[in-house]
């Protein structure tokens, strides 16, 4: 079966260092790959996706970037980080194709200080 | 362009009692999937139900169900015999042929369940 694990599932970092949150996905291959923030009041962003090794696609502009080295690893980082970029990050994958179910990680919790 | 509309922000029911989380979306895709998750105190998002846009058969699981009607634009979820461990943020969310991979998620509704 499928599993999906994100780490470290929590940290604080002052403001201006940098972040790096890894995301790996087990038992599939070739999957889609999702990177979404949860910020204060439950809305759910859609931050980065991908389709393949080394395709990003960025949904806004902000302070963080993603990198997906290989098939099933998604990296979601920063090289300074601001105060407005703590929240509830979730790491998901899909099978790719428009309507398959997206499965999303535990999450990690990010408190810039 | 999609949006998905959770009216109830927070609904609070004692245990053993019944309730209905309401979604609403809008697309102009002919064919798109619905989704529920629900979002423990724990942060996890986890899969409840996947539904496509050409089957409008209403679906039973356990103690809970979900009724999908078309004509109205909406996807309800229905919790029969409420727990405590249904407390919990719902989401509901869409995703159409031309939303490109893209979820769009409603707000959420934290279902809060007394004993």
């Known amino acids: 079966s499928q599993t999906i694990h994100q780490w470290p599932a929590t940290l604080v970092q002052p403001v201006g260092s940098p972040l790096s949150l890894e995301c790996t996905v087990e038992?599939?291959?070739?999957?889609?790959l999702y990177w979404y923030r949860q910020a204060a009041g439950r809305g759910l962003q859609l931050l980065f996706y991908s389709v393949g090794i080394g395709q990003i696609s960025s949904e806004v502009p902000q302070n963080l970037s993603a990198s997906r080295p290989q098939d099933r690893q998604f990296i979601l980082s920063s090289k300074k980080l601001l105060l407005s970029d703590s929240g509830f990050y979730l790491c998901?994958?899909?099978?790719?194709?428009?309507?398959?179910?997206?499965?999303f990680g535990e999450g990690s919790w990010l408190t810039v200080v | 362009a999609q949006k998905v509309t959770q009216a109830q922000t927070e609904i609070s029911v004692v245990e053993k009692e019944d309730v209905t989380l309401d979604c609403v979306y809008e697309?102009?895709?002919?064919?798109?999937?619905l989704f529920w998750y629900k979002q423990p105190p724990s942060g996890e998002l986890v899969f409840l139900i996947r539904r496509n846009s050409f089957d409008e058969q209403n679906e039973i699981s356990g103690r809970y169900s979900w009724n999908f009607q078309k004509s109205t634009s909406s996807f309800n979820f229905t919790i029969t015999a409420s727990q405590v461990v249904d407390s919990a943020v719902y989401f509901c969310?869409?995703?159409?042929?031309?939303?490109?991979?893209?979820?769009?998620f409603g707000k959420g509704t934290l279902l809060t369940v007394n004993p």
């Open positions: 038992g599939t291959s070739n999957p889609n």
């Open positions: 969310a869409l995703n159409g042929e031309g939303s490109n991979y893209k979820l769009t």
């Open positions: 697309t102009r895709d002919t064919t798109y999937y």
């Open positions: 998901a994958w899909s099978a790719g194709a428009s309507g398959n179910t997206i499965y």
